[in-house]
C-alpha cells in the first residue's frame, strides 16, 4: 500500500493487508480457519507433472488472489467467448520441468484449481499498449458467464456472472461494475449509468480502455 502498483497488484496488496488485520498473520497462505478474505479471494491451485517415462513431480500447492492471463496469447489463440476459459487454462499449463531422471526429457506441468472460491478474479497483463483493434478484439472475447469446470480443470457446474472490472489508460484507471442488471462507469469521482453489455463494450473500444482485472462473482442460484 502506497506504491504506484498497477491496478492487479494493489488488488493483492489490499486483499493482502485485509487478511493481516482479520487474522494478525504475516504469510498470505494456510489461513486455517479460512479468514472472510480467504473463503471469497482465495484459489488453491495444485501444480504437478508426469514425464512420458513414468516418473512424477511431487504436486506442491500455492494460493492467489488472482490469476494472470497474457493477452498476447488470449489474442493470438482465442476465436470467441465459448473459449475464453479453456484458453485461460491452456496458458497454464505452458511451465516446463526436466525429468529428474535419467531420460532428462522435458514435460510440462498442469495446474489444478482445488476449491471454488465466491469470487475469481482474472488479471489480464498487456505487454504494451495495445492498438484499438486488439482492445475491441479482447473486449469481445471476455465472456459474462463463466463455469467454474472451464477454469483450470476445476470439478464442480458452479456458474459465476461477471460482476466487475478495472480498465488502464493513460496512467490513469477507471472501473466498471454491475448492479443487478445495469453497468455503471466508475472514473474517479464521476459515476455514469452505461445501461447494457453493449453500452460497456462500445465505451471501453471508443476510448481505449484496456481491460485489467476481471472479477467473476459465483451465482446466487447455485
Excluded at 41 to 47: I, K, R, T
Excluded at 97 to 121: A, E, G, Y
Aim: hydrophobic letters at 35%; glycine letters at 4%.
Amino acid at each position: 500500500i502506497g506504491k504506484m502498483d498497477d491496478a492487479a497488484e494493489a488488488h493483492d496488496a489490499i486483499l493482502f493487508h485485509l487478511h493481516q488485520s482479520l487474522t494478525d498473520d504475516r504469510k498470505n497462505d494456510n489461513c486455517e480457519p479460512a479468514c472472510i478474505i480467504h473463503n471469497i479471494f482465495s484459489m488453491n491451485v495444485v501444480l504437478e507433472g508426469k514425464c512420458k517415462c513414468g516418473s512424477k513431480v511431487e504436486s506442491f500447492g500455492y494460493t492467489e488472489f488472482i490469476h494472470y492471463v497474457p493477452v498476447i496469447a488470449l489474442l493470438k489463440n482465442c476465436v470467441d467467448q465459448s473459449g475464453f476459459m479453456d484458453e485461460v487454462t491452456k496458458i497454464g499449463q505452458t511451465e516446463m520441468r526436466s525429468c529428474d531422471k535419467k531420460c532428462k526429457k522435458k514435460f510440462f506441468l498442469s495446474q489444478t484449481l482445488m476449491n471454488s472460491p465466491t469470487v475469481i478474479t482474472l488479471g489480464l497483463t498487456w505487454s504494451t499498449v495495445q492498438s484499438k483493434e486488439d482492445i475491441v478484439r479482447v473486449m469481445k472475447l471476455i465472456p459474462n458467464k463463466v463455469q467454474l469446470n472451464k477454469f483450470l480443470k476445476a470439478k464442480g457446474n458452479k456458474r459465476y456472472s461477471l460482476r466487475g472490472f478495472i480498465c488502464y489508460y493513460g496512467k490513469h484507471y477507471c472501473a466498471f461494475c454491475k448492479y443487478k442488471r445495469e453497468w455503471y462507469y466508475f472514473n474517479d469521482e464521476d459515476v455514469t449509468k452505461l445501461q447494457t453489455w453493449r453500452d460497456v463494450v462500445e465505451k471501453c473500444c471508443n476510448s481505449r480502455f484496456q481491460p485489467n482485472v476481471l472479477l467473476y462473482e459465483e451465482d446466487k442460484e447455485n
